[in-house]
């Protein structure tokens, strides 16, 4: 047992001296120097890294301002259709300002207003210019054939409240409010009715006229009713919807000429309403006559940037 116990004994001493031979080389490693960098004649491929103590210089805010389009499936349609009236808008407004569909095939009112604060802070808030609204198809469909519809009530009750997060969240955004538009028949998909669609019609104006008053000038409407009729013919009992016909792809969403009335229709009242947000009166971003700019070949940056972005 003795000589076992001085074995182990033994072993544990030779252990402990190997341990620390280790942590002496170790440590003797960590404080020699580094081996000395060695460079070849191309300097460039072995550049130290940068340390100037120069700032960054102020480059200008070139954030594009946004026009929102927010609604159902027509607003959806209208930047996925070859001639929806959200596609051709984001043309005319091309290199000046930016133009997003936010539209949601089936939403009513309701859903929209619960989607509304965080689709307005998907963009710097301060750039939301302009907001175009049209909603209410959806809340009009008859009541118990589908969770879309709301009352003519909570229509206007959300439509206030969508109307609200706008006016808090963008500040200074203007607002659009469209009309739910009519539809080509006396009933739709067999739960869009002629009949419902303007009632809602009205409940969408009588909306307008209460947030007029504490919006003033900020909020316009554009009546697709007056712009796909005229005249207020549709009033007429033995008015035939199948008239509008030419309007509709499938008696309810917008086909070519009618992407096209919409379109103009909302370019109608940014020219008349707001003239500070017609693409008319706003200039490209970057210039756009390449033929007039310094060639690469020059290396005048400041000559080039003058030609870009203005400036002497």
Request: glycine fraction near 6%; proline fraction near 5%.
């Amino acid at each position: 047992m003795t000589r076992f116990l001085l074995g182990r004994h033994s072993n544990l001493v030779k252990l402990s001296s190997l341990l620390f031979l280790t942590l002496l080389l170790v440590y003797t490693f960590l404080q020699s120097p580094g081996p000395t960098k060695q460079f070849s004649s191309h300097k460039d491929s072995y550049a130290e890294p940068h340390t100037s103590s120069q700032t960054t210089p102020h480059v200008e805010d070139w954030g594009y301002d946004q026009i929102l389009l927010l609604g159902d499936s027509l607003t959806e349609f209208g930047s996925l259709d070859a001639t929806g009236w959200a596609l051709n808008l984001s043309r005319r407004y091309s290199r000046k300002m930016t133009v997003s569909a936010r539209g949601f095939s089936g939403y009513n009112s309701y859903w929209l207003n619960l989607a509304t604060p965080r689709l307005l802070n998907e963009f710097p808030t301060n750039r939301t210019k302009l907001v175009v609204l049209m909603i209410g198809t959806n809340d009009s469909v008859l009541k118990g054939r589908s969770p879309q519809h709301v009352s003519i009530d909570r229509y206007q009750h959300y439509l206030n409240e969508i109307s609200k997060n706008i006016r808090q969240i963008t500040r200074n955004a203007r607002i659009l409010m469209v009309t739910p538009p009519p539809i080509s028949s006396p009933v739709v998909f067999d739960y869009y009715t002629f009949e419902s669609m303007k009632q809602y019609r009205v409940a969408c104006l009588n909306a307008f006229e209460r947030i007029y008053e504490i919006e003033g000038d900020r909020v316009a409407v554009l009546d697709m009713w007056e712009l796909f009729g005229g005249n207020q013919t549709y009033l007429d009992p033995n008015y035939d919807p199948k008239s509008l016909d030419t309007y509709f792809s499938d008696g309810l969403h917008f086909k070519g000429k009618g992407h096209e009335l919409m379109y103009k229709g909302v370019l109608s009242v940014i020219e008349t309403k707001w003239p500070e947000l017609n693409a008319d009166n706003m200039s490209v971003r970057l210039a756009s006559n390449f033929l007039n700019a310094p060639a690469e070949e020059l290396g005048d940056d400041e000559a080039a940037s003058r030609w870009m972005f203005g400036g002497k």
